[in-house]
């Protein structure tokens, strides 16, 4: 009843910029928390960043000063800028969003992923 599509990814130089976006579309009442995760290979999936219906965001320690998270509730959509891109940054990265459905109650839905490479 939810899908978030993802876009934004792609093959980048150490130093280079991506902003990620990924929109919410369905049967929605209203988003709460939305995040970004990444997930490299062999690697457990780790939460990015984070950020809450009021705006509030928080961030592993490995992307603070390079990334930011934001969101357009009337769009509902969230993005990730991506500055200062490292080659530990590739991975897949996948949106998360906590959503309550119309008449419905609260899920968590993921993005399809999108491929961020940044190469060396």
Same mark, same amino acid.
């Given at each position: 009843?939810?899908?978030?599509?993802?876009?934004? @990814?792609?093959?980048? #130089?150490?130093? %280079?910029?991506? *902003?990620?976006?990924? $929109?919410?579309?369905?049967?929605?009442?209203?988003? =709460?928390?939305? @995040?970004?995760?990444? #997930?490299?290979? %062999?690697?457990? *999936?780790?939460?990015? $960043?984070?950020?809450?219906?009021?705006?509030?965001? =928080?961030?592993?320690?490995?992307?603070?000063?390079?990334?930011?998270?934001? *969101?357009?509730?009337?769009?509902?959509?969230?993005?990730?800028?991506?500055?200062?891109?490292?080659?530990?940054?590739?991975?897949?990265?996948?949106?998360?969003?906590?959503?309550?459905?119309?008449?419905?109650?609260?899920?968590?839905?993921?993005?399809?992923?999108?491929?961020?490479?940044?190469?060396?």
């Amino acid at each position: 009843q939810v899908q978030l599509v993802e876009s934004g @990814g792609g093959l980048v #130089q150490p130093g %280079g910029s991506l *902003r990620l976006s990924c $929109a919410a579309s369905g049967r929605i009442f209203n988003i =709460n928390d939305m @995040g970004w995760y990444r #997930q490299a290979p %062999g690697q457990q *999936r780790e939460l990015v $960043a984070v950020i809450t219906s009021g705006g509030t965001t =928080n961030y592993v320690d490995s992307v603070k000063g390079r990334f930011t998270i934001s *969101r357009d509730n009337a769009k509902n959509t969230v993005y990730l800028q991506m500055n200062s891109l490292k080659p530990a940054d590739t991975a897949v990265y996948y949106c998360n969003a906590k959503v309550w459905i119309i008449r419905g109650r609260p899920d968590n839905y993921w993005g399809q992923g999108t491929q961020v490479t940044v190469s060396s």
